[in-house]
């Protein structure tokens, strides 16, 4: 069972680590991704990291800004976000899968677990 947390309300330029607790590695090809909701909007995808050798995937729109950890030793993954922009409001997600070739991870249709969501909201 995949728990999202750490949202909230932030400023522009703010920061925010999410976390997503439970992700536990069952084939070598386990990777979790984050994904984000804004009202209206399709789930786009926002970063993954693989557990096996922890390669990881940045959307465009987020590169630079926010990064994607994991600690094994608490099958925990974090997303840490800096110089939030208003755009980056939405519910995040995270989501697990031990089956997902890299070219796969930004899909968020591949994905079989997902946490509840967290809200982030960030205020100009």
């Known amino acids: 069972q995949l728990q999202a947390s750490g949202g909230g309300p932030v400023q522009t330029g703010g920061s925010l680590r999410l976390s997503c607790a439970g992700a536990?590695?069952?084939?070598?090809?386990?990777?979790t991704g984050w994904f984000r909701q804004a009202p209206g909007k399709e789930r786009e995808f926002v970063a993954a990291?693989?557990?096996?050798?922890?390669?990881?995937d940045y959307a465009d729109s987020v590169e630079g800004r926010f990064a994607i950890s994991r600690d094994s030793a608490k099958n925990t993954v974090y997303l840490q976000m800096n110089s939030l922009k208003p755009e980056d409001t939405a519910v995040y997600y995270c989501?697990?899968?031990?089956?997902?070739?890299?070219?796969?991870?930004?899909?968020?249709?591949?994905?079989?677990?997902w946490g509840q969501g967290t809200q982030v909201t960030v205020s100009s």
């Open positions: 990291i693989s557990w096996s050798d922890g390669t990881r």
């Open positions: 989501a697990t899968d031990g089956t997902l070739i890299r070219s796969s991870w930004s899909n968020p249709t591949q994905y079989d677990n």
């Open positions: 536990k590695r069952t084939s070598w090809r386990y990777v």
